[in-house]
């Protein structure tokens, strides 16, 4: 029996999908792909100096680096979903019919997330290459919000380089996030699914219309969910709602000395996303980009509260193991966890 997506049919639909970039001469492109290689490899620095987390960035370092157009970041998504989700396409009870199905979606997802995504951290590739990760950039998105927000080139490029490589640092500090995600996951899996059984997923699936409705009730995963998978949800929720806002408030802790316009530019990418229109708002949530907005949001305002009050030597701690990581109760209450954390440290 056939396992595994089918990534060459989700790749061609994912392209097929996807948008042409922005106009652009051939020096211009060859200029952006430079400079964006290069400020990544300057974030390093930055990111240690700030975080602390000077070794974890000399790790984080190692991570492959890649800069691509729009198809090459379609096709660098199927592989980062593939590899997270590898045990969903494993599963028995899932035909072949429903196999290119799924596949089809996926291309279809990774095709609309092609055209907003600037770049990702994918910490799986580790496994494949040896390297601490692998980080991507998508030239033509960085071009076209660095024209639609009027922003200064250098100090743009720096600016997204900081979010993914904090990323990249990120896992290097804790070399057991990755197997704890990967454990989540197929705990989520396997979680009993309620009286539905496995049809739920299909279930499930049949949803997913609600998401495009607005003022979207937030009570639609438990009523998707049986509660072993909610509640395993809301773990993984609430991890990548701490390394997202990580990421977000590094990126704009590097001050005007560094990026020299970074106090305009988080109003002015705020401003965009507020600013669109209800086509691309039901686009988004079908990707799952807004909920990685909210995300940006609530992390963001988890990590300011622990910085303010541990500073980041203590809320570094947060790095240390699985048992460190907020809850999701926590996220809506930092002070709940700089105590808690704070108690396991002796302080």
């Given at each position: ?22 106009e652009a001469s051939f020096a211009e492109g060859v200029h952006l792909v430079a400079d964006l290689r ?15 987390l000077a070794e974890a960035a000399q790790v984080g370092a190692t991570a492959e680096t890649v800069v ?249 701690a947060v790095f240390a193991s699985p048992s460190a990581l907020p809850t999701a109760a926590e996220m ?16």
């Amino acid at each position: 029996m056939t396992t595994g997506i089918n990534s060459a049919l989700a790749a061609r639909v994912g392209t097929l999908t996807v948008r042409p970039g922005p106009e652009a001469s051939f020096a211009e492109g060859v200029h952006l792909v430079a400079d964006l290689r290069n400020q990544i490899g300057k974030a390093f620095g930055y990111v240690a100096e700030i975080t602390g987390l000077a070794e974890a960035a000399q790790v984080g370092a190692t991570a492959e680096t890649v800069v691509v157009d729009r198809p090459g970041l379609v096709r660098s998504l199927i592989r980062a979903a593939e590899s997270l989700t590898a045990p969903i396409w494993t599963e028995e009870e899932l035909s072949w019919a429903a196999r290119q199905t799924a596949s089809a979606q996926l291309g279809a997802i990774a095709g609309v997330m092609a055209y907003r995504v600037l770049g990702h951290y994918d910490p799986f590739f580790t496994a494949r290459s040896g390297s601490a990760g692998r980080i991507v950039l998508c030239a033509p998105n960085v071009l076209r919000f660095e024209r639609e927000l009027a922003a200064d080139p250098r100090d743009f490029h720096l600016w997204v380089a900081l979010h993914e490589v904090t990323h990249a640092v990120q896992f290097a500090a804790a070399p057991w996030l990755v197997d704890w995600l990967r454990n989540r996951l197929d705990a989520l899996m396997e979680a009993d699914p309620g009286p539905g059984g496995p049809g739920q997923l299909l279930a499930a699936a049949k949803k997913l219309p609600e998401l495009f409705a607005d003022g979207v009730s937030p009570d639609v995963p438990a009523r998707i969910l049986s509660p072993e998978q909610s509640r395993l949800v809301a773990e993984l929720t609430a991890a990548m709602s701490l390394l997202e806002g990580h990421a977000d408030v590094i990126m704009d802790a590097v001050g005007p000395k560094v990026v020299k316009t970074v106090e305009q530019l988080r109003p002015k990418f705020e401003a965009r996303r507020v600013a669109r229109g209800r086509f691309e708002r039901a686009l988004r949530r079908l990707a799952g980009l807004e909920a990685k907005s909210a995300q940006y949001l609530q992390g963001a305002a988890f990590v300011r509260a622990g910085l303010a009050t541990l500073g980041h030597e203590g809320f570094n701690a947060v790095f240390a193991s699985p048992s460190a990581l907020p809850t999701a109760a926590e996220m809506d209450y930092p002070a709940a966890w700089t105590r808690r954390v704070g108690q396991a440290g002796g302080g």
